[in-house]
């Protein structure tokens, strides 16, 4: 008799493990395209929100310039609240965006992360990239590479990285585009995760919704918030200190987003969601700007003007 109370008692356990599967496997289906995946959990959309009209501004026929004379070759900025364009200028020509293609680079990997893997920095990934914090035969878990990519925009790390969801470039490259068709990105297309290929294009009005989009990843909005990391290589002693190559962080502006971007091709770059004081949150959006300051001077002159707008409305 008690063996057949223990064997009932079985098959009732496993029956509602299998009916808790089933919920579960059932409300990530539902989910689909309206779950971002990350280390610290996902991230839903708006309920009945889809990831492609996540965002969804409308740009106006012609260039809002608001008198300003700006240095850059196009630019956006956006009241995040009711999504209105306060300001564009060229905001649908597309131009290389240089290592704001990492943010794409950084979505991609989230979605496949493992973060305690470790990446070994190869010959092939110290290409092209003399400026970086990394060394050939460093060894690297995937969590520090991530912050070392999107912090210091370093093209070792966004290689390495790459490289721990595929080793074909080609193969990743298309993640990228398929991403970037998923959110809506209509003009925006990528050969490589590094943003060195000039053939990483993509527009100002592109660049704001990747932004955006990318915030919603809760590990990309704490990393490029932050002003400075520290991180050792598991086969070296001696720690290292990056800062981050977006200067907004230390002005009067809160920054919960951003990634810089530079090529020859595509100049001086910048997207980036802040808030004041008040908490109105804008988007701003500089590509072209003519030298490393520029992009953050032009881009302090929008927000200000732009907050200064909405406080007045």
């Known amino acids: 008799m008690d063996k057949v109370l223990m064997r009932s008692k079985k098959k009732k356990s496993k029956l509602k493990i299998a009916i808790f ?38 740009l106006p026929d012609s260039n809002i310039s608001a008198n300003m004379r700006l240095n850059l070759r196009s630019g956006i900025v956006i009241d995040n609240e009711t999504q209105k364009v306060l300001y564009c200028y060229n905001a649908n020509k597309m131009m290389p965006i240089a290592s704001i293609s990492k943010l794409l680079t950084s979505m991609i990997v989230l979605d496949n992360y493992r973060p305690d893997s470790i990446i070994t920095i190869t010959k092939e990934d110290c290409l092209n990239s003399s400026r970086s914090t990394l060394r050939e035969n460093d060894r690297i878990n995937v969590r520090d590479l991530l912050h070392i990519s999107l912090i210091r925009s370093d093209n070792r790390a966004a290689r390495a990285i790459a490289r721990s969801v595929t080793l074909s470039t080609v193969e990743f490259a298309k993640k990228m585009n398929e991403k970037a068709k998923e959110i809506g990105l209509l ?48 086969n070296k002693k001696r720690p290292r200190r990056i800062i981050n190559t977006n200067k907004l962080l230390f002005s009067k502006y809160h ?53 200064k707008k909405l406080s007045r409305s």
Do not use: H
Not at 27 to 54: H, Q
Not at 191 to 218: C, F, H, Q, W
Not at 256 to 274: D, H, N, P, R, W
């Open 21 to 58: 599967a089933t919920i579960g496997i059932m409300t990530l289906l539902a989910l689909g395209s309206n779950v971002v995946l990350t280390e610290m959990g996902s991230t839903p959309l708006p309920l009945g929100v889809k990831a492609k009209d996540f965002f969804n501004f409308s």
């Open 187 to 234: 003009n925006t297309i990528m050969y490589e995760p590094t943003g060195l290929d000039e053939r990483n294009i993509s527009t100002a009005a592109d660049v704001a919704k990747l932004v955006n989009y990318a915030s919603m990843y809760p590990e990309i909005a704490r990393i490029t918030s932050l002003k400075e990391y520290t991180f050792k290589a598991l």
């Open 255 to 307: 920054v919960l987003a951003g990634k810089t971007g530079y090529i020859s091709e595509s100049a001086y770059c910048l997207t980036t969601i802040v808030e004041d004081e008040n908490g109105n949150k804008v988007t701003v959006v500089v590509l072209g700007a003519s030298g490393p300051q520029a992009r953050f001077r032009e881009a302090r002159r929008l927000a200000a003007w732009a907050f």
